[in-house]
């Protein structure tokens, strides 16, 4: 399996998330909903596969879960689709290149997460609740569990598990544009995505299917929804675009480009710190 070496997956990242900025409003709707779609019906999987096996197997389910939801990045990557915490992580490391404005990224940053927030509900809407696939039996009581343990999260505690969670979603998007050939970009997007759901961190298009499946059953609200949509948005931003893109344009910018850090990084780190701050 052929692959490029890190400062050269910078180039690739970079490259990458200019393009994304240049996409019609049409093309980034369709793309961003089919990636919300793909996330939201790997997420049905992996409730399909285990919610009906027994109480004492939770860690071996926890593992067969996070083997098969990576199957929505997959699809998303390999197929087509614009994903909110991977442009996280692409669009502000083009930014940073500044091969893009900082006005470009915000809007795409909406347009997606708009985007994937329809796609995710469309599955949750008529796959979860009209076809019944979350609100029969067991899948019932495992999508509601699952939505009750992300709503029942501090701030700090979805925001710091946001960070956690894109820090592997943004690597896994790394290795798959380091990757040359199909098999090696599904073994990149693969791993780190299944870390990811094993370890349990919240992301925020997931949580866009499994918590709406669950109030669409009757449990939960919209407003409980939002107070969690906005610490783990901003988690998944701080991963990606942090801990991802900034440290290695750091790590492997070439030494003659000046570097700026841009407007969007110093008002999400003023507001975060000035959050922890005073809280």
Known sequence: MAYSKPDKIMEITIENGTKKTTYSPLQTVILGFEAGAFIALGYLLCIRVTASLSINLEG??????????????????????????????????????????????????????ISNFLGAVFVAYFFGHIVGLTETGPY????????????????HQAFISGIGCNW????????????????????????????????????????????????????????QYFNNFVPVFLGNAVGGTVFIAMAYWHAYRKKNVPYQEPKIVQSIIKTLFDRFLYS
């Open 168 to 223: 592997l979603v943004a690597s896994a998007v790394w290795l798959s544009y380091g990757a040359n050939d199909m098999t090696g970009k599904i073994a990149g997007i693969w791993f780190p995505t299944m870390a990811f759901v094993a370890i349990g961190f919240q992301h925020v298009v997931a949580n866009m299917f499994v918590i709406p499946a669950a109030i669409f059953a009757g449990h939960f609200s919209w407003l």
């Open 60 to 113: 071996l389910s926890s593992l067969i879960g996070a083997t098969v939801f990576p199957i929505g990045l997959i699809l998303t990557l390999l197929a087509g689709g614009e994903l909110l915490t991977g442009n996280m992580m692409a669009v502000p490391l083009a930014r940073m290149a500044k091969k893009v404005t900082t006005s470009m990224v915000i809007y795409n940053w909406i347009l997606v997460t």
């Open 140 to 155: 019932l009581e495992k999508t509601v569990s699952i939505a009750e343990h992300k709503l029942e999260a501090s701030f």
